[in-house]
């Protein structure tokens, strides 16, 4: 597929057999350069790793980003009662950039050194009753704008 200019990327993602950056590295060793990485940040930090340092280690397979952030106390909480993923969105485990505990300064920061010049994709699995979705589109694509501006 890649000679057609078509890049296949893996999706890390809880409860999957690919959740940790453990898993990603352990895939990577196994199989050849046409397979790439999508990075879900909301999904690796929620397996307790770092999307940065998997972004650092991985920067010639990064093919396509999900920015979705994570809530520290809904993850203490669901980690406390070994929530299963569903239970974990149910209560209110994911949101938008910038409403939780993901270092997306650090995140963008990392892909740019990775001349990563693809999507990044907004996500936040959340209860739109809960979280109305026009208010947090607008509270992540800021944030994210925010920290992907021009320092001067």
Known sequence: MLEKGVRMAVHHHMGTVVQTAAD??????NCGPS?????????????????VQLIRRHA??????HCKDIRRGA???CNE???????AV?????????DGMVDFAAVIK??????????LVQEAEQDPRVAPPL??????????GGCAAPRG
């Open 75 to 77: 993850l203490i909480a």
């Open 135 to 144: 208010v947090y589109a607008k509270l992540g694509y800021q944030h994210c």
């Open 35 to 51: 397979v790439g990485l999508l990075v879900d940040t909301g999904h690796l930090t929620y397996a307790g790793d770092d999307p």
């Open 90 to 98: 149910l209560h209110g485990l994911f949101t938008v950039p910038g």
């Open 24 to 29: 990603v590295d352990r895939l990577f060793e």
């Open 81 to 87: 009662r070994d929530a299963s993923f569903t239970e």
């Open 110 to 119: 990392a892909l740019a050194a990775a001349n990563y010049a693809g999507w």
């Open 60 to 65: 010639d397979r990064v093919a396509h980003v």
